[in-house]
């Protein structure tokens, strides 16, 4: 099955770039050309591009690594939490907060402060506060949870971070490139490629663009998570496999060689109708006399 097509790509309008006036030079080995002032992409280029991205995560996503997905601008901020809830991984959509990933540290303080509103919201607390101070905290739980609530769950650094649009979110990859956290990022015309370790040239404005690129990174982690199932399946299945050869009964043995067999015990009941059938026996010599 292909990881996409030529036809979605271009019904996605994939292949349209900035004005030729705001294009970046470290971009032309992906330019085709250019039409009524716009730079075109060269969608062969695209198409290996997102299949040695789409690759690379699934083999990130396989060794039980996260991969964040970063999108701050209107257009990518609906497909990027969508497509991230779909895999189960973390999305920031909002806007990146410097130190996301060189100083995640402090940031695990917010995530833990979030979470501890969170105790306070559900487990009565707020009811022994006054309105003010109820108040506050909504405000501030609000707050966190449009910055953080994304990455929430995140225990530690994730194995690779997916950027739409690197212009906007330079932050981000420069955090990435200095915790050596390999970048799959979207590069439109007017972006830098170099630094990135998985560029896809493509359009970052369009939405439909944005939301294919997505869901094919959205799809890598999901395959790597469906083959991590098959496996403990088949792991399960040879377990069960190698208890039932094991746990064969005794009495299910059949007996070939009876020269050394004994014979069990016997029951009870048997034994008490042997007695009474040797109580009933009647001596023949005495009733012939």
Known sequence: MAVVTMKSLLESGVHFGHQVKRWDPRMSKYIFGSRNGIHIIDLQKTIAAIKESYEAVRKIAASGKSVLFVGTKKQAQQAIQKEAERCGQFYVNNRWLGGMLTNFSTIKKSLQRLKKIEKMEVD???????????????????????????????????????VIDTHKEAIAVAEARRMGIP???????????????????????????????????????????????????????????????????????????????????????????????????????????
Do not use: C, H, W
Not at 130 to 153: D, H, M, R, S
Not at 220 to 243: H, R, S, T
């Open 124 to 162: 009565g607390t707020f009811e022994n506060l006054t309105k003010k101070e109820v108040a506050g905290l909504q405000k501030e739980k609000a707050k966190l949870e449009k910055n953080l609530g994304g990455i929430k769950e995140m225990k530690e650094l994730p194995g690779a971070i997916f």
């Open 183 to 289: 970048v799959v990022a979207v590069v439109d015309t007017n972006s830098n490629p170099e630094g990135i370790d998985y560029p896809i040239p493509g359009n970052d404005d369009a939405i439909r663009a944005i939301t294919l690129f997505t869901s094919i990174i959205a799809n890598a982690v999901m395959e790597a998570n469906n083959e991590e199932g098959l496996k403990i399946i088949e792991n399960l299945g040879d377990e069960d496999e190698v208890q039932t050869d094991a746990a064969v009964k005794r009495e299910d043995v059949e007996i070939d060689d009876y020269s050394n067999y004994q014979p069990t015990e016997q029951k009870d009941e048997d034994s008490k109708d042997d007695d009474d059938s040797a109580d009933q026996m009647v001596d023949e010599d005495k009733l012939y006399k």
